[in-house]
Structure formats: C-alpha cells, structure tokens
C-alpha cells in the first residue's frame, strides 16, 4: 500500500528557489530594473494564449517516509492557498477583462468626444492649433486600449508634428507622445521602431541636461533599462507583450532595415554596459566613491557582464566594428577593445570588479548591516562559482558564514542565509522561466493548481544538479508538463550550496514536489 497525501495547508515560499536557470524564458524580467517594458494584454489574446506559455512550477519541500511496504510523503513547506484561488489563467484573463471593463463603457463616447473636440478646435485654431497635440494623444490612449495600435500611432503622429511646430524639435513636452508611441511600437512587436523613439527620447534628455549631469541620470537609468529589455524581447515569441513577428528577423524599420536580430541585441546590451559605467562616472564625479546609489548600479552593471559572457555573439558587426549607438554615449567614453579578449573573459572579469566594488562600498558604509555584508560576499561567490573558480568561491561562501557568526548574529537568521528550505539558483538577479516573477504574480496570490510531481536530486558541493528523478506525480498530471519539468531540471547548470553545521555540504539530497499551473 502506498500513501501519496495531499497536503491543503501551504504557506509561501520562494518563487525561485530550486528552479534551475533557463535564461531565456517567454517572459524573463529583471530583478534589478526599476521598470519593466510590459504592455496590458490585448484583448483578443485572452482567448488564444496556448497553456503553456503561462506555465508555472512551484516546489515545496518534502519528505519520504518508509514503512516497509507504506511509503508517506509529507509536505514541509507550503505555498498560499484559499478556497477561490484560480489557476495562473483565469487570474490573467480575469485581471485583463477587469481593466478593459474600466474603459470599455465609455470608450466610444470617449472617441466621439475627442473627435469633436478636435473638429473644434481646427475650426477654431487652425491645423497648428496648439491645443491639438494633447487631444490627440488621448484619443491616442483611448485606441490603445482597444488593442487599435495602427490607428493610435497614426494620431500619435500627428500629435507629434502639431507639438514640435509649436515647441521645436527638441522640447520635453514631447516626452509623453513619444512614450505613447514606443507602448503601440512594443504591442505591435515593431522592437526596432520603438528603439528609434526610445534613442531619440534620451537624446532629448541629453540635450536638454548634458552629458555629464546629475540630472541626465534617470534618463539613463531608464535607457539602459530598455537596452537590456531590447536585448531579451527578441528571444521568443511572448503572447504576453503582443508579439508575434518572426524568430528569426525583426519586423522592416524603415529608418534602418540593414539591422539584423543578433546585431540589434548585441548592441543593445553594449550600450547598457556604457550606460551604467556612464552612470557609476557621473555619481562619482559628483558625490564621489562613498555614494550609497552606486550599489545598485554596479549590480547592474555585472548583470550586463553576465549577459555578455553568456550571450554574447563576439563575431557581431556591432561588436568587432565599435559600431555602437550614436545617441548612447558621448563620445569621450572609454569602450572596451572587444576584438582582444573572449567573451567569457569580458563578462567575468569585468562583473566580478563591479561585484567587488559593490561589496568595498558595504563595507565602507557605516549603514551597511552584517546580514548585508554577508550576502554581498556571497553573491560574489556566487560569480566565481559560476564561471568555474570553485575553490575560490567556496572560500568566499565560507568567510561569510564565519564572518556573520564571528558578529553574533542569530542562529536562526544565519541559517536562513546560508541553509534555506530549498537551494537558489544562481545568479540571483535575474527571474527565471515558470516562476511568478516571470508573469509578474503576487508572491501572496494563491493560485489554483492543475497537479503536481515529486522530484529526487543531489547537488554536489559545488551545486551541479546530478540524478534528477521524477519519481511520482498526481493523477492525470500532463505529460507534456511533465516533460517541460524534466527538460528544465535536467537543463540546469548550478545552485547555490548550502551549508549545515557551519560547513559546506559536500552532497546535498533535495525532495520537492512541484505543483504547476498556466
């Protein structure tokens, strides 16, 4: 007789943990941006979204118990539960339909309105009447909702030309016209058009504050923010942004059609590289190497190098060639000499010094906490771990863990730190593929679950998954769920070891049961 329980009383628990890395996901966002480009669901999609690009896995931790021919399984951990949870789904769908019911009643009285208004004013003011630019662009908004993105651009368009005859070329008022477009460029899934507005928008700002202002930060923070989203979007087809153009090119941009996909994204991920390098040059030079903004920023910077090392196509025109974006930079920034070092060389050895210098500025800093500290030190670790430098990795892992207990802290916050339920996976700055974050769920949202499957593996003591089994699963659990499981744990490279009784552990057993949705 065996005993497979289904335990009904879960608690929350880390999205990403013990979810192998699979960087490219169908909807990957970054845990370091501060914004992410992501449009409301059209409409029409909520009908037509396949399941599984809405699929999630969620582990829980578990126990095996034996009694000769008995075999129990408990649950240790849980997730969030609730009698009216819904599946993954049903809460896309439902939070979609609920904001287009918002404007959906008044949506065609909002048309004829801004239409007569803009007869009005033409009677009035002329074709220049400076008055038309704003209703323009809500009438604009008002055919986004509508999932109309041709006939909003067409308004956004004439919006634009009404507000630069008026204000000149190079007025910030444009600012919000210009955003507009780039939203209708994105659902379209025209990523190069929206590129061209997304340069001109920062060229604005440029011109507007200088290049080496404080003033330009923000400009900058949300340029290299849409440089690193450019990069990404085009790796899969995402129904959830809108886009359904070919893998295999980008969709004709009339300003520059001579740019191909690897080209377009490896130029993308330089320029947020000198983004943030640009960024760290100002903070520097204005408030000098104490300035507590620097932490994020040299966090995101090695992200950029971890992209490089992983993703990179070193061969690319736009690399070899320096031919970066014009708008990007000013000219006196130092670029890298990319033609002399590999690109695994680059992303490591350029990631680990802003890694190093993020983790100097804690300790630098008289606000910076122990709990802090130590995890600096082992996200460092983490970057050496996974570029291969094992030894040295597990003596950063290991310092931290003494360093914290040599200060007294808690047992039980230590082991939170460096013994969690179930081990992360490393780099921890990103999200990753059938995970809440990669659909932007509530960690909170109890979801609905179509079934489950128990999984048995072993990590080394360098974190290399090995053995994975999938030794049970619930009734009429999906075998192509099944298979998506196995190919994303099989597929996986490396977690972060966890530590018992103040030391590494050499082969760490993990039990999960995975419940999934979509």
Request: aromatic share 10%; no cysteine.
């Amino acid at each position: 007789m065996i005993i497979y329980p289904h335990t009904q009383a879960r608690r929350s628990s880390t999205s990403s943990a013990f979810s192998p890395r699979s960087l490219f996901s169908s909807a990957l966002t970054l845990a370091l941006l501060s914004s992410v480009y992501v449009p409301l669901i059209p409409r029409a999609l909520a009908q037509n979204v396949e399941e599984h690009s809405l699929l999630i896995f969620e582990p829980v931790l578990i126990e095996t118990i034996s009694d000769g021919d008995l075999v129990q399984i408990n649950e240790l951990t849980s997730l969030p539960s609730s009698s009216e949870a819904e599946s993954v789904s049903e809460y896309i769908f439902k939070r979609a339909a609920q904001e287009a019911a918002q404007t959906a009643s008044n949506e065609v009285t909002s048309i004829a309105a801004y239409e007569e208004s803009i007869k009005q004013l033409e009677l009035q003011g002329g074709a220049y009447e400076p008055a038309l630019s704003q209703e323009l662009l809500s009438l604009a908004n008002v055919y986004q909702t509508q999932n109309d993105h041709i006939k909003a651009l067409e308004y956004l368009n004439q919006a634009l030309h009404i507000n630069r005859v008026n204000s000149g070329l190079f007025n910030l008022e444009q600012e919000r016209i210009i955003e507009s477009k780039i939203s209708s460029h994105i659902a379209l899934g025209e990523i190069n058009d929206a590129d061209v507005q997304q340069q001109y928008l920062f060229y604005l700002k440029r011109k507007a504050f200088g290049d080496d202002s404080i003033e330009l930060i923000p400009a900058l923070n949300r340029y290299a923010e849409w440089n690193i989203y450019a990069f990404d979007s085009r790796l899969v087809t995402n129904p959830m942004f809108g886009i359904t153009s070919s893998s295999n090119t980008f969709p004709v941009n009339a300003t520059n059609n001579l740019i191909v996909e690897e080209e377009f994204r490896n130029t993308r991920l330089v320029n947020a590289q000198f983004i943030y390098r640009t960024i760290i040059d100002i903070l520097l030079n204005n408030y000098g190497s104490s300035d507590s903004r620097l932490l994020a920023v040299e966090k995101k910077l090695a992200l950029t190098n971890y992209f490089f090392a992983t993703n990179l196509d070193m061969s690319s025109n736009a690399i070899s060639n320096g031919n970066f974006s014009s708008q990007a930079l000013n000219s006196s920034q130092e670029f890298y000499n990319m033609s002399r070092v590999s690109t695994n060389s680059l992303g490591f050895r350029h990631g680990r010094e802003a890694l190093e210098r993020h983790l100097n500025l804690l300790l630098r800093l008289n606000t910076s906490t122990p709990e802090e500290i130590a995890k600096a030190r082992i996200e460092f670790g983490d970057w050496l771990l996974i570029f291969k430098k094992r030894s040295a990795a597990i003596e950063a892992y290991q310092f931290a863990y003494d360093e914290l207990v040599a200060k007294g802290v808690d047992q039980e916050v230590v082991n939170k730190i460096f013994s969690p339920d179930l081990p992360a996976t490393i780099p921890t700055f990103i999200y990753y593929r059938y995970t809440r974050d990669s659909l932007n769920l509530p960690a909170d949202l109890p979801i609905k679950h179509h079934g489950w499957f128990d999984v048995s593996m072993q990590l080394n003591r360098f974190g290399q998954p090995q053995n994975v089994e999938i030794f049970n699963r619930s009734p009429d659990a999906s075998e192509s769920v099944e298979f998506r499981l196995s190919r994303f744990l099989r597929n996986s490279t490396s977690f972060r070891p966890r530590f018992a009784d103040g030391q590494l552990v050499q082969r760490d057993t993990i039990e999960a049961r995975y419940y999934y949705s979509y």
